[in-house]
């Protein structure tokens, strides 16, 4: 994928950032999905590449804060190309937040380009907000200037550059302690989470090397945690040798939580996704027989990833979680029922946005209300294939009752023969600036 010709002109790492921030925002695409497409389409210096990585993700976390520091000089910026103002906001990020590039060479390549490829009117125009910008100096930074006159909901909303909606839910449910400490966490860097794969021979001392290193802030087990944009040395080699693997340290967390070390096989992950945490489990030799997901792309995925760990992949199909498990499913595995099942169910992902800053943007409400209607029938579906006295682990990745609790108390209500073990949050003050939910359920 090669940004066309007028883009071309832009210096590397802003040509190759327009370009994956229109894809995310006028097309929908997964930002870590375009931004890995893109950098492996186009020849870019490794300095390059990582400023384009910063100013993607960098701008994903504060558009509307940018949009609204913007909107002070501009009447309305829905008139304008939507490069346009693409190329404005990502001006305006390296102005506001990246102390290392002078100010005119930020201007100087936004103005340009945007003379180039609409007018050069709108090329004035831009030079003029953008040195308007520049002249608010500290103002720029101060929440009580950018949001003045606003209604609170709405000041969090564009300052933590969070939909109101989510706000608004989060207020409700949580108060304003609670939502802060989840705003803050959503505009944040989430830190390094890597995982030892502890099938190779090596495992304890490779873990033992890793938590000596300088930068790493803590270590649970096989699981290590680094600062955001911090590697321990030679972390290419050890993934390419299936050495260690990147899982984000508060996904570990969740999964350590609910004990699996106490699951009895045979297990079925029944959204196992890219098999994040089928691989860590199958690393920890609990038996997971059958793995399923919706979608080929993901299932593809998690047996490139097993085959580069060096791991034997479970059983797996193509299939809804919502739909009763294939006859084969029971002939490969030789039972009739599980004793355990894993539902790390498709969710909203408001927990994650500081690794996922473009969830917020995807995110509908009504959108929410049909996942939260699948996840209730992954639930359904999954306690109906449980042994008797069988386990069912229900897991999220976002910041929503409605996902959460409500929907494990409705389950409890229509469900006869089930009772809840445990509820688990990510503590609000996590340092891992993400937030997952977990429900373990028992079949009586």
Not at 50 to 59: P, Q
Not at 88 to 110: K, T
Not at 290 to 298: F, G, I, V
């Amino acid at each position: 994928m090669k940004p066309n010709k007028k883009d071309a002109l832009l210096p590397p790492a802003r040509a190759v950032a327009l370009e994956c921030v229109n894809e995310i925002l006028e097309h929908g695409q997964d930002l870590q999905g375009v931004l890995d497409a893109r950098l492996r389409g186009v020849r870019i210096s490794m300095p390059d590449a990582a400023l384009c990585t910063e100013l993607v993700y960098g701008y994903m976390r504060l558009k509307d804060r940018i949009g609204a520091l913007l909107g002070r000089f501009l009447k309305d910026d829905s008139k304008l190309p939507n490069k346009c103002r693409i190329a404005m906001g990502l001006a305006a990020y390296e102005m506001l937040f990246l102390d290392r590039i002078p100010v005119y060479a930020s201007v100087d390549w936004c103005v340009n380009y945007v003379k180039r490829q609409f007018s050069q009117g709108l090329g004035k125009l831009v030079n003029a907000v953008l040195r308007n910008l520049d002249r608010m100096g500290d103002e720029a930074h101060d929440m009580a200037v950018v949001t003045k006159g606003m209604p609170r909901a709405r000041q969090l909303a564009v300052w933590y550059s969070c939909p109101e909606w989510i706000v608004e839910m989060w207020l409700d449910a949580y108060g304003e302690e609670q939502t802060l400490a989840y705003l803050t966490a959503g505009i944040s860097s989430a830190p390094v989470g890597l995982r030892v794969n502890r099938a190779k021979p090596d495992a304890d001392a490779l873990v033992e090397e890793l938590a000596g290193h300088s930068d790493c802030l803590k270590r649970e087990g096989y699981s290590l945690l680094f600062p955001a944009g911090a590697a321990p040395v030679g972390m290419k080699s050890m993934l390419a040798e299936g050495q260690i693997s990147r899982q984000s340290f508060a996904s570990q967390e969740v999964l350590a939580v609910t004990e699996p070390q106490k699951w009895q096989g045979p297990v079925w992950d029944c959204c196992c996704g890219r098999g994040g945490k089928t691989i860590a489990l199958l690393e920890a030799s609990v038996p997971v027989r059958y793995a399923s997901d919706t979608s080929r792309e993901r299932l593809r995925g998690m047996r490139e990833e097993m085959e580069r760990l060096g791991m034997e992949p479970p059983f797996s199909l193509l299939r809804s979680a919502t739909e009763p498990v294939a006859p084969e499913v029971w002939e490969e595995i030789g039972e009739v029922a599980f004793r355990t099942i894993l539902a790390d169910v498709p969710c909203s992902g408001l927990g994650t946005l500081s690794r996922r800053p473009d969830a917020r943007y995807h995110r509908t409400p009504e959108g929410v209300r049909d996942l939260i209607a699948t996840q209730a029938a992954i639930l359904d579906n999954a306690f109906a294939h449980l042994m008797t006295g069988g386990r069912l682990i229900y897991i999220t990745c976002t910041v929503n009752p409605d996902e959460n609790e409500r929907q494990i108390a409705a389950f409890l209500d229509r469900t006869e023969g089930v009772t809840l073990e445990r509820e688990w949050h990510t503590p609000q003050d996590s340092p891992y600036m993400e937030f997952f939910y977990a429900a373990m359920l028992r079949r009586a």
